[in-house]
């Protein structure tokens, strides 16, 4: 399909927040998951003071659920294909529109 030179204006800017979306989530949660390992004790066996048993699945379901979201965000606007692994890409590789 070819598209207008407005609707790959609104594609880029589309783009662009799905971007940022993807780092608003991968920053807190790496910074969530390096803290919860640094202040894990061990002896207690608590995290952030909430018991293992009960942390472990929360911060689980946490990654899986943030995992989900980013499959279903990184995706190009125009062709709702997959952008991939890259946070940079310059095209989509389906359709060849470009992203930045």
Known sequence: ???NEEQKAA??????????????LAIPLAI???????VRDEQAET????????AG???????????IY????????GSNKYIGRSLFRKT?????IAIR
């Not at 980013?70 to 606007?77: A, K």
């Open 47 to 54: 995290i952030l003071w909430i018991p293992e048993i009960i």
């Open 1 to 3: 399909m070819e598209y």
């Open 11 to 24: 594609f880029k800017q589309q783009a662009a927040g799905r971007r940022r979306n993807q780092i608003v």
């Open 92 to 96: 989509c590789h389906a359709c060849g």
């Open 57 to 67: 699945p929360i911060l689980l379901l946490t990654v899986v659920c943030a995992l």
């Open 32 to 38: 969530g998951l390096i803290a919860s390992e640094l």
């Open 70 to 77: 980013s499959y279903r965000n990184w995706r190009f606007p």
